[in-house]
């Protein structure tokens, strides 16, 4: 069974600060592992995914990913908050076992000017 | 177009109504999803078709019944819904079902049930 948790409903930072949006996840098999972004009233949107490449995953919009197999983690980062990275942000997990995604509840981030 | 478009984007309808949401995909994928999004819940995965043949039904009540005439177009039949079934429904798409392709989303009817 595969599970995902995103630590932290809420996260607010500073324009120009780094954003830091942390998810782990549970799998008996190699992970797939997605970040999506959600603007109000729009569905989700891709940001990045990692498919057993490069450890480090560069995304749209500044964002990257590292995926971290001892720590089961996959942690959303960027350099500097802007304004327009306000947004729900949800992590996903899927593998080869079926076509199904894993979706964790999701983390509201807030860009103080 | 935009890759995934859903229509209605809003619909309010008492219980005893039937209604229709609509989905279409103009991305030349194989695979089609409808999820359910409520508040404060990860995103439930509702049905998922593949090749226009439905290959998952997470436990979904009867009330919710897909359709999908090609794979391109994914309907959902609504009928006889409960006050909890109100939430946003995404339509998404993906190359195929395979575990490695990201899917694509519309953006979702937003559903109220009186």
């Known amino acids: 069974a595969q599970s995902v948790t995103q630590l932290g409903s809420h996260v607010s930072v500073s324009e120009g600060a780094l954003v830091l949006l942390r998810c782990n996840y549970s799998?008996?098999?190699?992970?797939?592992l997605f970040w999506y972004v959600q603007y109000p009233n729009q569905g989700l949107q891709l940001l990045l995914k990692?498919?057993?490449?490069?450890?480090l995953v560069k995304g749209i919009n500044g964002f990257e990913a590292e995926f971290k197999k001892s720590e089961t983690s996959f942690h959303l980062t960027k350099p500097s908050a802007h304004m327009s990275d306000a947004a729900e942000y949800f992590c996903?997990?899927?593998?080869?076992?079926?076509?199904?995604?894993?979706f964790g509840t999701g983390t509201s981030l807030t860009v103080i000017p | 177009e935009t890759g995934v478009t859903q229509t209605p984007r809003h619909l309010v309808m008492g219980m005893t109504n039937k209604k229709s949401l609509k989905c279409e995909q103009h991305?030349?994928?194989?695979?089609m999803y409808w999820y359910k999004q409520s508040a404060k819940k990860p995103l439930e995965l509702m049905f998922v078709?593949?090749?226009?043949?439905?290959?998952e039904n997470n436990s979904v009540p009867s009330r919710f019944s897909p359709e999908c005439p090609n794979s391109s177009h994914l309907f959902l039949h609504l009928h006889t819904l409960q006050p909890e079934d109100s939430a946003l429904y995404l339509c998404?798409?993906?190359?195929?079902?395979?575990?490695?392709?990201?899917?694509?989303f519309g953006d979702g009817t937003r559903l109220s049930i009186l």
């Open positions: 991305l030349g994928h194989n695979a």
């Open positions: 990692y498919t057993s490449a490069a450890t």
């Open positions: 078709y593949n090749f226009k043949e439905q290959t």
């Open positions: 799998s008996s098999v190699p992970p797939y």
């Open positions: 996903a997990v899927s593998d080869n076992t079926g076509n199904q995604f894993y």
């Open positions: 998404a798409s993906s190359q195929d079902w395979q575990g490695n392709q990201p899917q694509h």
